[in-house]
Every structure is written in structure tokens, then in C-alpha cells.
T-cell receptor
Framework: GENVEQHPSTLSVQEGDSAVIKCTYS??????FPWYKQELGKRPQLIID?????GEKKDQRIAVTLNKTAKHFSLHITETQPEDSAVYFC???????????FGKGTHLIIQP | DAGITQSPRYKITETGRQVTLMCHQT?????MFWYRQDLGHGLRLIYY???????DKGEVPDGYVVSRSKTENFPLTLESATRSQTSVYFC????????????FGQGTRLTVV
């Protein structure tokens, strides 16, 4: 089955700086890569996703890049703000097993 | 989101007891999923369902049973609860399987003592 590795597990950045979270996946047949944000005590919510026919996607301060050859994808957050503090999960799907396979999460801390 | 709801929000049960976690969605999504969330493990898939009366195992199905007699409901039953099943359980739904956005319920925090 699919295996998703996510790094780092904790990331602390100064407010206004950029944050980058990286994920790798194992199943070359995976073709859908969403990113979820989970605030403390709340449910995960989709913030951005990318499909295998696209190399990069942006939505305001958030961008995701995908390298299918290397089987890795990354989340980039620019001009970080205090409300960006949360746990971020990457996921992969479409490789033959139903359901999303998640990474273990990155706790992003924005320092004032 | 009122579209997918879980009940109860919190549950404490004893080892060996049967407990059922409920999940209800109002979007008529065909796919529904159960995940458990544990520190250090992220979200792991327990069971999923592609449609009413169709269910299949995920990564960690042992000790759990699901059913889906109606499209909108997807209950998860722990037949004989164990302490290792203490976790936060999330139900999710999507309208086209794993390749579209999954919407999560608010979660059920289950403690087995």
C-alpha cells in the first residue's frame, strides 16, 4: 500500500517568514495530493490540493509543488501569520486503495 | 459544517464493552471513511465505504465493525473495546472517492478504561 513520509514533525518560524513542509510518497500510481490544516481540538480541513497533471498550484499565501519523478510534494506558506499555527497533514490517494493515506503531520508554530 | 456530524463527541467506556460511534452526512456523498488519530501516527484509515452496503478494510481494521445500510449513515462499532482503541475518531465523506476533497466530522474522543 501507499506510504507517506512527512517532514519536519515540528517547524517554528518567525511571523512574516516562509514555512515549507515536505512529503514523499511511495506509490507511483497516486495522483491526488491534498493538504489539510488542523487547529487544536478541531477537525482537519482542506487548504489546498494538487493533481498529478499539475506541477504547482497557488492560492494566495499558500502554494503546493509536486515532483512526480521524485515522488515528493511540498507545501509553501509565505508571509506567515499567527493564525497559521496548526498541525498540517499531507496525504496521497489514487494508487489503488481507496481512502487517503496521511503523513504523520507537522506542527507549525509561528513565533511573534 | 452541519453536513457531516458525529456522535457522541466524547465517550468513556470500560474494557470489553461494545460501543458504537455514529456518523451522519446530509450531502448524499457516496464515499464515507473512518479514521483514527493518535499522537505520532497521524490519521489512519480504519474502514471505508464506496456506497450503501459496500464496505472495505483500511489500514487498521482489527477490532472494528462497520455497516452502511443507508447512504447517509456509517456507524463504527468496537465489538469489545480495548485500551489501545483509546483515540480520536474522525468520520469523513466525499462525493467521488479518494480523488476529491474529503470532509471531516468534528471527531469523537473515545477513552477506554
Amino acid at each position: 500500500g501507499e506510504n507517506v513520509e512527512q517532514h519536519p514533525s515540528t517547524l517554528s518560524v518567525q511571523e512574516g517568514d516562509s514555512a515549507v513542509i515536505k512529503c514523499t510518497y511511495s506509490d507511483s500510481a497516486s495522483n491526488y495530493f491534498p493538504w489539510y490544516k488542523q487547529e487544536l481540538g478541531k477537525r482537519p480541513q482542506l487548504i489546498i490540493d494538487i493533481r498529478s497533471n499539475v506541477g504547482e498550484k497557488k492560492d494566495q499565501r499558500i502554494a503546493v509543488t509536486l515532483n512526480k519523478t521524485a515522488k515528493h510534494f511540498s507545501l509553501h506558506i509565505t508571509e506567515t501569520q499567527p493564525e497559521d499555527s496548526a498541525v498540517y497533514f499531507c496525504a496521497a490517494a489514487g494508487g489503488g486503495a481507496d481512502g487517503l493515506t496521511f503523513g504523520k503531520g507537522t506542527h507549525l508554530i509561528i513565533q511573534p | 459544517d452541519a453536513g457531516i456530524t458525529q456522535s457522541p463527541r466524547y465517550k468513556i467506556t470500560e474494557t470489553g464493552r461494545q460501543v458504537t460511534l455514529m456518523c451522519h452526512q446530509t450531502w448524499s456523498h457516496s464515499y464515507m471513511f473512518w479514521y483514527r488519530q493518535d499522537l505520532g501516527h497521524g490519521l489512519r484509515l480504519i474502514y471505508y465505504s464506496a456506497a450503501a452496503d459496500i464496505t472495505d478494510k483500511g489500514e487498521v481494521p482489527d477490532g472494528y465493525v462497520v455497516s452502511r445500510s443507508k447512504t447517509e449513515n456509517f456507524p463504527l462499532t468496537l465489538e469489545s473495546a480495548t485500551r489501545s482503541q483509546t483515540s480520536v475518531y474522525f468520520c469523513a465523506s466525499s462525493d467521488a472517492g479518494e480523488n476529491t476533497e474529503a470532509f471531516f466530522g468534528q471527531g469523537t474522543r473515545l477513552t477506554v478504561v
